[in-house]
């Protein structure tokens, strides 16, 4: 790997890395604890369209991609928050269409050749130093905007209705959760991909979550496990000439596995307070 990192392209795939596993430890965090893991992969898959849009009408990369984004994000925060009962067959609807017409206007594309596998299970290794100071902004204007809200982000995400009693403003909260989503699915695709974007989302904070029952530390900790996670997907996919988004993903889920074996045996090993309790008679 040390041989590797002569490489510039290298060194910017691991710098992408790097950034990306921060913001997905923080955001990543608030989608699992919020349970809004199905919305967020509704953004991403729809994020797809922007993709397309930029293509078709000649648009930077980032700019097509994060204004369909945003929209789906405007979007589904007001179905969720005005029509819950709705609100999954909605996204439902926006995640296929936004998938459909992505792939419509790329094929509408003249005189350019898409590689969609590039987008749909990312391309880390290309990732140009432009990109990494997009990325840089991004993650940096995320984790501001958190540290700032951080305990209204707290009160929302265990009891938003007690929240809503101590005036905190959770609607406007919500969707400034949404739209940050919507930047970090922007920041994720260049490392894994539309396809495989939750999976980096919720797979470091689910595995935090048994660690720790403190949110700042499960983003701490969900943030650390991704750049892990990541590291080693790199440095095997270099090893093994495999496609690196998806080997980051299979080195998350092994460590999502190996966490929920461990968990297995721990509580195996504790004794049954049932059993354990002295007979009364």
Known sequence: MVDALQLEFMRNA??????????????????????????????AHAAYGGIGLAFYMGWPYVAGTTGVSLLAAGVMAAVTLKAKHRA?????????VGMAAG???LDLTPGYNVDLMSY?????????????????VIGAGVIAIVTWYYNDFLAMSYDDEFARLRNVPVTFL????LGMIAVTVVMIIRVVGLILVIALLTIPPFIAEKFTGSLRAMMVIASVLS???????????????LTSGATIILVAAAGFLLSA????????????????????K
């Open 120 to 136: 749909l299970f990312g391309s880390i290794l290309a990732v140009p130093v432009s990109d990494l100071w997009q990325m840089g």
């Open 88 to 96: 999954d067959a909605v996204i439902g609807v926006i995640w296929a």
């Open 227 to 241: 750049c892990l996670f990541t590291l080693t997907g790199l440095w095997l996919s270099y090893l093994l000439n």
């Open 14 to 43: 691991l710098a992408a890395g790097i950034l990306v596993s921060l913001v997905c430890g923080v955001i990543g965090t608030l989608v699992v604890v919020n349970r809004i893991v199905f919305l967020a992969g509704g953004i």
């Open 261 to 280: 074996v461990w968990g297995r045996l721990k509580t195996m090993g504790r004794p049954d307070p049932i059993r354990e309790a002295p007979n009364s």
């Open 103 to 105: 792939v419509i206007l």
């Open 174 to 177: 919500y969707c400034l959760l």
